[in-house]
């Protein structure tokens, strides 16, 4: 079966929270400032949840993917979420967003690989695909980061926002008629790296049986900024260099680069390390900042639903942060 299946992305959808919140409204709860925000990391604004939960706008991103896809729910056999802020520890956010769609015919799990979720998510739905396993996936990347800030740390708070991404991706035989039997994922490359993973961390719940002495203490997200900068404008130019190389592609065949929004300086000293045009690195920090895992879909669905995505392109798409972990894909649309 290997190397006989395609696997392609046929439909891509978002969901993003009601709740606008500027850097000005920020600058009231934090002693921060517009200019300090954007002048760092390109973050103008991002959307905070009140209502939504992390399964809530899951299940919105994937029902607008399965609608872009034209695909029912009961056609989906694979659903995988990438997520670190699930709204319980079991269930899975996959199994609720399973329950909410009625995917009755899908297996579902979650994957933690915080900031390269989604894209962990996408590798593993492709390799089942190509296995013959499975025929139809859809992936996720969904986050409520805002309940694991500490809103009085300005150093990370400022920087996080929620909402959800979702694509579908589906098996195609190669050689068949049909004119998606043809591009698709092309490459993937993945890593991790668990020797630095406390530059980018946030404490699970500690044991609290009776008979332990020190009380339960919440803990929120807590990072080195620096160190993470200095991971990611190394690690992301050489896993693309990677990618492209196992895809027979140069930069210059790329169309577009989809990388995870945590800062629009590491898009920019990506871009120079690649010495491609920053033009081909669309943006969407500015108005959602950094959600994790869900970023680079719904990063994605925009690119998608603004027809910036025709047939044929050479994209590249590229997750990074806590763990840490990384993720590249080359993929003709
Ligand atoms: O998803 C993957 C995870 N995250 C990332 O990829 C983040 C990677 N790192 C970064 O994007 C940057 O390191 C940050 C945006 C987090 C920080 O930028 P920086 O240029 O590295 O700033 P810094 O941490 O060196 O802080 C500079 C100053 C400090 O003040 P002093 O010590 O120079 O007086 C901070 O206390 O800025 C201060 N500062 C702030 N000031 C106003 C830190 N946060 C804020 C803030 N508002 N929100």
Redesign the pocket.
């Known amino acids: 079966m290997k190397n006989s299946v395609i696997t392609r992305i046929t439909g891509t959808g978002s969901c993003l929270p009601e709740q606008i919140v500027t850097n000005e409204d920020?600058?009231k709860v934090?002693?921060?400032?517009d200019e300090?925000?954007s002048s760092?990391?390109g973050i103008r604004e991002r959307h905070l949840a009140k209502d939504e939960t992390t399964a809530s706008m899951a299940a919105e991103a994937g029902m607008r993917a399965m609608q872009d896809a034209g695909i029912g729910a009961e056609e989906v056999d694979l659903l995988i979420v990438g997520t670190i802020t699930g709204d319980y520890v079991t269930p899975s956010t996959s199994c609720e967003v399973q329950e909410i769609l009625g995917a009755v015919n899908a297996v579902a799990f979650d994957i933690n690989a915080?900031?390269a979720g989604f894209m962990f998510a996408l590798h593993t739905a492709h390799a089942y695909l190509q296995s013959g396993i499975y025929k139809t996936a859809l992936v996720l990347g969904a986050e409520t980061l805002s309940k694991i800030m500490d809103w009085k740390d300005?150093?990370?708070?400022?920087?996080?926002g929620d909402g959800a991404g979702a694509a579908v991706v589906r098996a195609f035989e190669k050689g068949k008629a049909e004119d998606k039997a043809a591009g698709g994922i092309l490459a993937f490359e993945q890593g991790s790296d668990g020797r630095k993973g406390k530059v980018?961390s946030c404490l699970g719940r500690r044991n609290n049986n009776p008979l332990i002495e020190n009380p339960f203490i919440p803990s929120y997200v807590s990072?080195?900024?620096?160190?993470?900068?200095k991971?990611?404008v190394n690690t992301v130019p050489a896993s693309i260099q990677k990618v492209l190389e196992l895809a027979g592609l140069e930069t210059g065949d790329i169309k577009y680069f989809v990388l995870?929004?945590?800062?629009i300086?590491?898009l920019q000293a990506v871009a120079k390390r690649l010495k491609a045009d920053m033009e081909k690195f669309p943006v969407s920090l500015d108005h959602c900042g950094?959600i994790?895992a869900a970023?680079v879909p719904i990063l994605l669905d925009e690119m998608n639903r603004k027809g910036m995505l025709e047939k044929g392109d050479k994209i590249v798409m590229s997750g990074?942060?806590?763990g840490l972990t990384w993720a590249s894909a080359v993929l003709e649309w």
């Open positions: 920020l600058s934090v002693d921060t400032s300090w925000i760092r990391t915080a900031c300005r150093s990370t708070c400022v920087l996080f980018l990072m080195n900024g620096q160190e993470v900068y991971f990611a995870h929004q945590a800062n300086r590491i950094n994790s970023s990074f942060g806590g």
